[in-house]
């Protein structure tokens, strides 16, 4: 069984400052993809990061497969409030489903 | 080009009850997939249809069965309601049987609630 371990679980920071969340398995991933929910929606695509060691930025967020494509983490540079959320990794396999890690939960506060 | 949209919203069932969820997949899609999520935890995966066909299942039980139409909704049926059952449940679209590598549009979900 594939999982995904994220960490922090909980990340409660003021406006302007940084943060790194984590994402870790055992097992090894086709690729990663980010995903933030907010309360109420279904999580939406930020990222998807295939190769390894592979790094993408999306504005003041940047994301990083690892080089044996088991982990990942993002950083987020100079949190804004409209940062808050929670944080989904999710990896693909050669089935066609996405596992899930357990989710990192984001209040940025002014 | 509209996104996925899942009916209802919320719903209440009793214990033993039947249930039926619906999605309707973004346009273009042909592969809808649907998870589960239980209160402060990720997404689990029930299963994947892909042009009317099951292409994968995750780790739960017959009572959770699925449909899709020649026009690529879905459909989500849970039998025998337990209140283990109750969580929101996540409808996602995608293009191609095995895409999931390039990433899931997903609904808003469907806020089951077993009583």
């Known amino acids: 069984t594939q999982l995904l371990e994220q960490s922090p679980q909980f990340l409660s920071i003021q406006e302007g400052e940084n943060l790194t969340v984590y994402c870790n398995s055992s097992?090894?991933?086709?690729?990663l993809q980010w995903y933030r929910q907010e309360p109420g929606e279904g999580p939406v695509l930020l990222v998807t990061?295939?190769?390894?060691?592979e790094v993408k930025k999306l504005k003041r967020l940047t994301f990083q497969f690892g080089d044996a494509r088991k982990d990942s983490s993002l950083h987020i540079t100079a949190a804004q409030p409209g940062d808050t959320g929670l944080y989904l990794c999710?990896?693909?396999?050669?089935?066609?489903?996405?596992?899930f890690g357990t989710g990192t939960r984001l209040q940025v506060t002014l | 080009e509209t996104g996925v949209t899942q009916s209802p919203t919320h719903l209440i069932k009793t214990r033993g009850q039947q249930v039926t969820l619906r999605c309707s997949s973004q346009?273009?899609?042909?592969?809808v997939s649907w998870y589960q999520q239980a209160l402060g935890q990720g997404p689990q995966f029930i299963f994947q249809y892909y042009r009317e066909e099951e292409n994968g299942r995750g780790n739960f039980p017959p009572r959770f069965s699925g449909l899709q139409f020649p026009n690529y909704s879905s459909e989500l049926n849970v039998n025998a309601l337990e209140l283990d059952d109750s969580a929101l449940y996540l409808c996602?679209?995608?293009?191609?049987?095995?895409?999931?590598?390039?990433?899931?549009?997903f609904g808003s979900g469907t806020r089951l609630t077993v009583v």
């Open positions: 097992s090894v991933f086709s690729s």
């Open positions: 999710a990896g693909t396999g050669t089935a066609s489903k996405l596992t």
């Open positions: 346009s273009g899609h042909n592969t």
């Open positions: 996602a679209s995608s293009l191609g049987g095995n895409s999931a590598n390039y990433g899931y549009t």
């Open positions: 990061v295939v190769t390894g060691g």
